[in-house]
Structure formats: C-alpha cells, structure tokens
C-alpha cells in the first residue's frame, strides 16, 4: 500500500524558508502547519509556492495567532482554508484530525480548581459582548481550547492527531490529549507550541513526535486498511 508523505511544519513565528526549502527537496503529499504562524502577509503569499506546485496546505492555530489583528487575519481570512482546528479532514489520504490553540485560565484548563468559564466560543463571545469587551478579546475564541470542541472531536475517528499543545510525555503537557488521541483511534500525535524536536510513546502505544520552531518533518504514513 501506498504511504502518505506529509511534510508537518513547527511553530513559523513568521519563518516559511524552512517549509519552501523542505518542500522543493522533498515533495511532499500534503503540507501541515502547526500554528503559531506571526504572519507579516497572507497565508496564501507566505506558502504561494507550494500552492502553485498544487501541495495542499493544512493548518491549525497557535496561541500567538490570535495576539495582533493583523497575524490574526492573515491566517484566518488568509486564502488558505485548510484550518483543522476542531476538524477531521482527509489529509494525503489520511484521516487527520486537529486541536489548534491551548488550554487557556478563564476558559478550559485541566489544572484549573475551577470548573470550566465557557462550555463554547458562543458562550465566550456573548460574555465579552455583554460586558462590552469586543475590543480584539474576541479574537481569542479562534485560538484556545473549548470543551466543545474537545468533545465534537471525541466523536470522531482519526489516524493522526495535529495539535498545538503537547500531549502528557512533554513535561507541559496534559493528559487531556492523550484520552483524545485514544478516543478518536489515532496512532501519532504531532504537536508544536514548546519549540522542542523530540519522539515519543505514550503509555496506549501511541507514537508521539513535538517539532521545534520552524522545523519540518517529513512523516510517511501508510492509509489505514
């Protein structure tokens, strides 16, 4: 059977060379970034290259896409509508699945004392507008982590989980994800956020792979039977 080849990105913090460079060697199926993108222009400008050699591009959010208006919209309205956050999507002929943003105080953290704020970005957002607080806040409900969501996607099933945070064999990372990753069926989780290139094995037998700042990582993956 034929193996998926898909080039997975680390944090850009807006560096695309590395992803260009990776792509042109490798050729890869199917492109997937890991959030935390700091765009200075347009997803669509930044990765042209790889859409005009028709390699399809696949992200999730970080936590810093959400921190200035125009990183903001440049990933988000940004002509490249690949977003994964909360989605399964067929990637290179694989079932992938993505968590973008973190666990966030005030809204969802496991280690939190207090019950979560916010079930969903609905409740997030007509909190913010009942306060009068739409002054960019707004844009955080794109880049954190809701039960909602977290649950929408325990109903599905995925080969490989994309997510920013790290799964419980990082340090900073949260069992949360583990439970997600077994739930859905996925066999590897690829994470960003903590900068650090390293592999693992969760304790279920699931392979784990965190990728540094603006590594890629080329991962064949053989399409589930």
Not at 87 to 99: F, S
Request: hydrophobic residues 40%; glycine residues 10%; charged residues 20%.
């Amino acid at each position: 059977m034929t193996k998926a080849r898909i080039l997975f990105y680390g944090d850009p913090h807006g560096q695309w060379r590395p992803l260009l460079a990776a792509c042109e060697e490798q050729q890869p199926d199917a492109v997937v970034i890991l959030g935390d993108c700091d765009l200075a222009q347009p997803l669509f400008e930044a990765v042209s290259p790889l859409l005009k050699a028709q390699i399809p591009v696949h992200w999730i959010p970080g936590n810093h896409d959400s921190d200035r208006p125009n990183w903001f919209e440049h990933l988000f309205q940004g002509g490249v509508p690949g977003n994964l956050h909360g989605r399964v999507a067929e990637v290179g002929g694989i079932r992938l699945g993505g968590l973008g943003g973190t666990f966030r105080e005030g809204v969802w953290h496991p280690r939190s004392a207090e019950a979560s704020s916010f079930h969903a970005a609905q409740d997030y957002l007509a909190n913010l507008r009942e306060r009068g607080l739409l002054d960019g806040r707004e844009r955080l409900a794109e880049t954190v982590i809701f039960p909602s969501l977290y649950d929408e996607l325990a109903n599905e099933s995925a080969q490989v989980l994309v997510t920013h945070e790290a799964p419980s064999c990082h340090r900073h990372g949260f069992e949360e994800l583990d439970l997600l990753a077994e739930t859905m069926g996925a066999k590897l989780i690829v994470h960003g956020h903590h900068h650090e290139d390293y592999e693992a094995a969760l304790p279920s037998g699931i392979r784990v792979i965190g990728l540094g700042r603006a590594q890629p990582r080329l991962v064949e993956i053989t399409p589930a039977g």
